[in-house]
Nanobody, 127 residues
């Protein structure tokens, strides 16, 4: 079982960059596919990016493709989300999610594909 904690949220100006980190305090991350989702006030939780258990497959929402990069370091039990060229519409609470799977198409963009969630971290992009 994993225990997920997100780090790195904050306030940034439009056009700026910010990095998020998802940490597994149980150090079991290497067997899990991991994703980032986000939720703005009054909106549904939406998919941002996902990475397979060994990092060989990465998936992105169209809205962040070319601006966000997901990566992982299984030796450190960390998953990263590097965000650049941020826009006000990127403002949301960002959540890390994980599911234990070695499949490469586990339904990466679906909320229901994940059974482990962090508490979230706020990202605010000012215009």
């Amino acid at each position: 079982q994993v225990r997920l904690v997100e780090h790195g949220g904050g306030l940034v100006q439009a056009g700026g960059s910010l990095g998020l980190v998802c940490e597994d305090s149980e150090r079991a991350f290497s067997a899990y596919a991991v994703a980032w989702f986000r939720q703005a006030p009054g909106e549904e939780r939406e998919f941002v990016a996902a990475i397979s258990w060994r990092g060989g497959f990465r998936y992105y929402a169209d809205s962040v493709k070319g601006r966000f990069t997901i990566s992982r370091d299984n030796t450190m039990n960390l998953v990263y989300l590097q965000m650049s060229n941020l826009k006000p519409e990127d403002t949301a609470v960002y959540y890390c999610a994980a599911v234990r799977t070695s499949n490469y198409n586990w339904g990466p963009s679906s909320v229901g594909s994940y059974d482990n969630w962090g508490q979230g971290t706020q990202v605010t992009v000012s215009s």
